[in-house]
């Protein structure tokens, strides 16, 4: 039986990539997402991948969702919290309803889903979770105050997670992407990208989706079983 893997935010930009590599590679996969419906819809007839609507940063509403996925497809073993947004602002602009919605979406959002799913990994001695976080985490980004936060929080609570589930068969890693081809990076000003976001980019160009559900993919995988809180 093809362990089940749930991706959140898994039917657009870098989740969409690992869900359909996921499939390929022979996975059961599951994706969810929040907001755009028509994409959504698009991914699930193209794919024949299933999909689940919820707000990752709700709590109740991840409980629910992850007990009708349990309950309509099978157990996760496979964890990928890859559901972010952006609500770019430099500190002095930004509000409070900017740093709320995006540390609630990007890092409450692995608490709220690990928490739901880590019991059953337990128990039945095999998990595998990936935290998609960002190098902004892990440098900082003019404007990002509150992402840079959440992502560099996401490698924390991977750290402690993975000490905390070793011993049960459980990996946690994170995976940084750097700028990725997406909705996301295309929606920040085109001067600032080519002024103060290319020329950081070593290889010259922004990276492809696939690029980095390449590293997801192997990371979920049973030859992973060594690897524990990259980065
Ligand atoms: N470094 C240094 N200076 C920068 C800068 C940067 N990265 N980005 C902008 N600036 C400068 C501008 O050139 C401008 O300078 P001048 O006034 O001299 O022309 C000034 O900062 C703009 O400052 P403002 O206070 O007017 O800022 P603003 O209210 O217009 O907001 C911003 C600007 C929305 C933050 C905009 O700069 C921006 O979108 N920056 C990009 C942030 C970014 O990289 N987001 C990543 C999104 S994708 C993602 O997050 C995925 C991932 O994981 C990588």
Redesign the pocket.
Known sequence: MARLALVTGGTRGIGKAISLKLKAAGYLVVATYAGNERAAEKFQVVSGIPIFKFDVGDFDACKASIEQVEVEVGAIDILVNNA?I?R???L??MDVAQWSDVIRTNLDSCFNLCSCVVNGMRERGFGRVVNI?????QKG????TN?AAA?AGMIGFTKAMALETASKGITVNTV?????G?E??R???E???N???LPHIPVGRLGEPEEVARCVVFLVSEDAGFIRALP
């Open positions: 972010g952006t770019d602002s430099p002095h602009k976080s960002s190098i902004n985490g980004q003019f404007g990002q992402y992502k940084a992407p750097g700028y990725i997406t996301m990076v929606q920040v000003p001067d600032v990208i002024k103060h976001i």
